[in-house]
């Protein structure tokens, strides 16, 4: 009988062995990926092993249960770690081995899922401990602290009854710190906690360490799909089956006294990007002690002391021989990985350990430095720092900031833990930002700390306020992340969630008031501030201009005003991809004579009525034309339905009567007439060309004059792209085109004058996609527009989907939000049959995209893929296509 070998779950690390290394992320996610590559190359890692993320699907496939195999390999994987440390074992009463489970999906996640440190103990091995190490303190200490986080993270209790049970013993002995407790003091804690579990649960913690081990591999895999999870995951697109991989490692200890520390260090600022150490750490510690705020962190250079002028010794003087060794590792790390890393370590009575490196998140501004700086120093090519700014992340940038003229009335200050301005209404707690965000409110999250069940507060929130925490803190990670100011650490706060209001130096802020934060400087004010725009240069600009180098498509800036167009041309826009002609309608001093068209009876009342607007149209144009000298400009004629320029309420019929003159009841009576159940199907688009020509000939007429007038006064190159809306057949084309070509002629004969122009349409149906060769005979270009085509495609109102689209998003309907990124099965095979079939019929044909998906960067890979000549999004996000249609091409090259 043949026989089948099992699957490997189960990789290790340490000791001389690595059953993997960084390529292996997507297997052993990133921190068993991270763990083995740098044990391989023989920095000091506690050995340990690896579940694979294929374990957690099968996990989750399973109903939650665990294979066979998967007992053999882990008991394997505990030998290889008893082996390594030497004389000790698990659940041993003498010598106990106490091991850590940590999560690490294949992309950082900070804070989104699980992690238990200390396991193993239990009222037996707690005295091993103590008896080992000689320190009894020590060994109830980490007892204390492993009830509470595997309560917390495997039983599901409440960490707050811990964290009151520690509160009120502190008060008893008059100590302010956890480090003041003597052994006698935790151990009676210790029982306090296995007193409140019992209570919670009806049953004692659980005692045998092997079932510790499983419940929390189970609890890690089970945090991929908690709420907090899915919520990062949709903000940040990563795919839900993924999954997340396991990595149980010995322990080393931080909490052994004044010779053992535990920290986080970046090798460069990433809230800057500046060539320095960048980090904190505590003495007589462990991890979550710096993350959670639990304990204020110290500084890790002397350097960063004395810029903030804390007293407290920085590491490099406190602990100076383990600093060099460490900065020994920091300079080898960021050469091997050639990227700013973040890493995590700890010192055991004087041993450095490292607990885990990976590419540390950082702030766009940062993330510039960093990329054009590591080119300068050789470690990086310009195509590379192309590819490592996140395109998205470049938003961040192209914000206002605080306006350092305005008036500020500071209320505190606190660590600038990621930078960039906002003001908001006050709210304590994520359900409140998150309702108040929705009902239209910009929003300021105040908590004391946030823990990762903050997360729906914080994307709801403009910026976030902590009383507590460091700059590695849980707020300022997360914060940095999604690109959200943060002050944390604003010490002089006293937040009272009964009354609702913070008070600090005798002022007090309620719930509701308005408050601003700099995350730049650290300063909390009240009221709020005025913001200056930004300027991007410098970093910016170079980044920029390597990106330009190996772009493909040309980017656009869907424009219809001189403002817009003037940033869009500041932001590097190569023309204008949609100006809707619309938005130019509902101007206040022309609103009047858009109803009497409209109200006209016949086509001479239309006519008189857009010979008042052909002037006002007329000059519209002009300015754009002047602004996009050279360059093309694509303008859409009339796409919405005509009610949407009638009144709807009562009061608004008799005031439109009285300045059209036209009697109330007439009005009400032609407003019925156009009033349309479903108007995004309606009489609109070319439709409206085809029953109503005057008034396409009359914008076609506009964009012709002012086209030749700016040509001939400014003597600049004026090329006008006249786009029809909403065609589903080749002959609503025909008429359109026939329409605007007539008027182009007419124009060219009176002024003498000829011009280049084009026309083309906008593929927003189906139907259009399907037929676009035969649509193509008459159109010199398309241009996509997703916006409607997402709608008609996927039978979707966007304007309504708000209300499901999330639930679609979590059950994995769609992999993310269609009206966000191009949804690739549905509307992007329609796009790809479109370009094929108009490209068969005109092989010149330029093909671009105008929808919201310009602007993001994995519809603009997709846009890539299929050969579009350009995209076109709003002008504050034509940097980010810029960078995202430069990295596409990247890809594509290989």
Not at 864 to 889: F, K, N, T
Request: net charge negative.
């Amino acid at each position: 009988m043949p026989t089948t070998t099992a699957t490997q779950w189960v990789y290790r690390f340490g000791g001389g062995v690595a059953e993997g290394d960084r390529s292996a992320r997507n297997l052993l996610g990133g921190k068993g990926a991270n763990l083995a590559e740098m044990a391989s190359i023989g920095l000091p890692v506690p050995p340990g092993f690896t579940i694979s993320t294929e374990m957690c699907a099968a996990y989750y496939d399973a109903g939650e249960k665990f294979p066979a195999s998967l007992h053999d390999q882990i008991a394997s994987g505990l030998a290889h770690i008893e082996k390594t440390v030497g004389g000790v074992g698990f659940g041993s009463s003498t010598a106990p081995l106490l091991v850590s489970v940590r999560s690490g999906a294949r992309v950082s996640m900070p804070g989104m899922m699980d992690t238990v440190l200390n396991l193993g103990l239990n009222d037996d091995t707690v005295e091993g401990l103590a008896a080992a190490s000689g320190d009894a303190r020590f060994a109830w200490d980490s007892y204390r602290r492993f009830i509470q986080m595997y309560s917390d993270v495997v039983l599901g209790i409440d960490h707050y009854l811990f964290e009151d049970a520690l509160e009120i013993l502190k008060e008893d002995r008059g100590v302010t710190l956890d480090t003041e407790l003597t052994a006698e003091d935790l151990k009676g804690l210790v029982a306090s906690y296995k007193a409140k579990v019992e209570a919670e649960l009806g049953h004692p913690f659980p005692q045998n360490p092997h079932n510790q081990l499983w419940g929390a591999i189970g609890a890690v895999f089970g945090s991929w799909r908690s709420e907090r999870a899915k919520v990062y995951r949709r903000l940040n697109d990563i795919p839900d089956d993924w999954g997340t991989a396991v990595s149980v490692q010995a322990m080393v200890f931080g909490n052994m006294g004044e010779t053992s520390a535990t920290g986080v260090a970046f090798t460069r600022d990433p809230s800057t990007g500046t060539r320095a150490y960048y980090g904190e750490y505590l003495i007589n510690a462990q991890g979550e002690d710096v993350v959670a705020g639990i304990r204020t962190p110290q500084y890790l250079t002397l350097d960063a002391r004395t810029k903030a002028g804390a007293k407290a010794a920085s590491m490099e003087e406190a602990m100076p021989v383990v600093f060099g060794e460490l900065a020994a590792v920091f300079d080898r790390l960021e050469a091997h990985y050639r990227d700013m890393q973040d890493i995590e370590f700890t010192v055991q009575q004087g041993k450095l350990w490292m607990l885990q490196t990976r590419s540390g998140k950082r702030t766009a501004k940062a993330a510039l430095k960093i990329a054009v700086d590591m080119v300068d120093e050789g470690l990086i090519s310009s195509d590379d720092a192309v590819l490592r700014v996140d395109a998205q992340a470049l938003d961040q940038l192209l914000h206002p900031t605080l306006d350092p003229m305005a008036k500020r009335d500071v209320l505190t200050r606190g660590l600038p833990a990621s930078p960039g301005a906002a003001s908001g209404v006050v709210a304590f707690d994520s359900d409140t930002a998150e309702r108040r965000a929705a009902l239209g409110e910009d929003v300021i999250l105040v908590r004391i700390e946030t823990s990762p069940e903050d997360i729906h507060g914080m994307v709801a929130a403009r910026g976030i306020l902590t009383a507590r925490g460091g700059m590695t803190s849980h707020a300022a990670v997360v914060a940095r992340g999604m690109g959200r100011p943060c002050v944390s650490g604003a010490g002089g706060l006293a937040i009272d969630m009964k009354t609702r209001t913070l008070r600090c130096l005798g002022r007090e802020v309620r719930e509701g008031d308005i408050i601003t934060i700099d995350g730049a400087s650290g300063e909390v004010m009240v009221g709020a501030v005025a913001t200056i725009e930004p300027e991007l240069s410098g970093d910016f600009g170079r980044l920029m201009e390597w990106a330009d180098v190996h772009r493909r498509m040309t980017v656009r800036a869907n424009a219809e005003t001189p403002h817009d167009c003037r940033t869009a041309r500041s932001f590097g826009a190569e023309g204008i991809g949609l100006c809707r002609t619309e938005h130019m309608f509902f101007d206040a001093s022309r609103i009047t004579a858009v109803r009497q068209m409209i109200l006209a009876e016949d086509a001479a009342g239309r006519n008189l009525a857009l010979a008042k607007l052909l002037p006002e149209q007329r000059s519209d144009f002009a300015a754009i034309f002047e602004i996009m000298a050279g360059l093309p400009v694509t303008i859409r004629l009339l796409d919405p339905p005509l009610h949407e320029f009638l009144p709807h309420a009562d009061g608004e019929f008799d005031e439109v009567a009285r300045a059209t003159g036209i009697n109330v009841d007439i009005l009400r009576r032609r407003a019925a007439e156009l009033h349309e159940f479903n108007p995004m199907l309606g009489h609109r688009g070319c439709r409206l060309g085809i029953t109503y020509p005057e008034i396409y000939t009359m914008q076609a007429r506009a964009i012709f004059e002012a086209a030749v007038d700016v040509a001939k006064r400014s003597g600049a190159a004026v090329v006008p792209e006249i786009m029809i809306p909403l065609v589903a057949t080749p002959r609503e084309l025909e008429i359109t085109k026939a329409l605007v070509d007539g008027a182009a002629e007419a124009v060219f004969a009176e002024t003498g004058m000829r011009l280049t122009y084009l026309v083309g349409t906008m593929i927003e149906l189906p139907r259009a996609a399907l037929r676009a060769g035969e649509i193509a005979a008459h159109a010199q270009f398309f241009s996509f527009g997703t916006n409607d085509l997402t709608q008609t495609a996927l039978g979707i109102s966007r304007d309504d989907a708000g209300r499901f689209l999330g639930a679609y998003v979590d059950q994995g309907i769609y992999p993310r939000d269609p009206f966000v990124s191009i949804d690739v099965e549905g509307v992007g095979e329609l796009i790809e049959i479109a370009a094929k079939r108009g490209r068969a019929t005109r092989p010149d044909i330029k093909l671009g995209i105008c929808g919201e998906h310009g602007g993001d960067p994995a519809s603009i890979a997709f846009c890539e893929s299929v050969g579009l000549d350009y995209v076109s999004c709003s002008p504050y996000r034509v940097p980010i296509a810029r960078l995202a249609a430069a990295q596409a091409a990247l890809r594509a090259r290989g």
